[in-house]
């Protein structure tokens, strides 16, 4: 596996990769790497000739008081494992490397409307964070693919309609979540649990999983779902953020045309922030 961490020299690579007719995927990851993130990895794999892995822990997307700086870092393991999937190329540039003028000169990308609710609402500024690092990485990269979990289902919108709205020649790819047995999402962030915390943290998935099937049986009061998935996460033991029901296209509130929703949630267990979804088609 190639690792690199200058742009000119990721540049001078994928050139060659071009010449020789090969497609690129991109997975853009913030380290920590687990299994999730492989079977990005793989999916890439499946879908083009040559794989770009960045990891890169990016300062624009983390807020006041948030976990920037304790950020876990693993980068031995995660290169370990990435050589174990024989990913093509490991692209680690440096804060200056991305931002060389600094963030407060640095041009944002802003995605209106979609950003500003649900984790935009709680993490003012954040998806502001994440739609210009991706956008700088696409750039770099211009690669054919780029391949993102579904985890985080509101990031994955807002890249896509970022990629429309700016003309990006570039196929965004979600990759449903990777699930441990207990039903509990894959993120870097469980690493954060305590023992004790661990073996609550399923019940977030158990939840939606009773909401989804409410209203495949045809309930339609989405405000009381809503209230009773909040009352039962504060019952086991999570502090929530919220509970809501929307379009699985855009993120607006339910109107009834919509032939598919999705449930997404965020709650607070310990230090760890979880977030997961769960998509429902109505017919």
């Known amino acids: 596996m190639n690792r690199i961490n200058k742009i000119k020299q990721l540049r001078q690579q994928l050139a060659d990769w ?82 060389p003028h600094g963030q407060k000169a640095q041009t944002v990308v802003a995605v209106p409307g979609i950003s500003e609710t649900l984790c935009g609402a709680s993490r003012p500024g954040h998806f502001s964070g994440v739609a210009t690092v991706v956008c700088k990485l696409l750039n770099m990269v211009q690669p054919d693919l780029a391949l993102f979990g579904s985890k985080d289902f509101q990031q994955l919108l807002v890249i896509r309609h970022m990629v429309e709205d700016l003309c990006l020649p570039v196929e965004i790819v979600g990759v449903p979540t990777l699930r441990e047995a207990d039903g509990l999402a894959r993120s870097s962030r469980n690493g954060y649990l305590t023992d004790d915390e661990r073996s609550l943290a399923p019940a977030l998935y158990r939840i939606l999983c009773k909401i989804s099937a409410a209203i495949a049986e045809g309930n339609k009061d989405y405000m009381a779902l809503e209230s009773e998935a909040m009352h039962a996460l504060e019952a086991a033991g999570f502090n929530p953020d919220y509970c809501s029901i929307r379009n699985a296209d855009n993120l607006s509130e339910p109107n009834g045309e919509e032939s598919r929703l999705v449930i997404l949630a965020a709650a607070y267990l310990g230090r760890a922030r979880l977030i997961d979804n769960l998509v429902v088609d109505k017919y």
């Open 18 to 99: 071009r010449a020789a007719g090969e497609s690129v995927a991109l997975v853009p990851t913030m380290g920590n790497l687990h299994a999730g993130h492989l079977e990005l990895v793989k999916q890439g794999q499946l879908r083009a000739d040559r794989v770009v892995v960045s990891i890169f822990v990016n300062p624009m997307q983390f807020g006041e008081g948030e976990d920037f700086a304790s950020y876990p870092s693993t980068i031995e393991q995660d290169v370990a494992q990435l050589e174990a999937i024989k990913t093509d190329l490991l692209f680690t540039p440096s804060v200056q490397e991305v931002y």
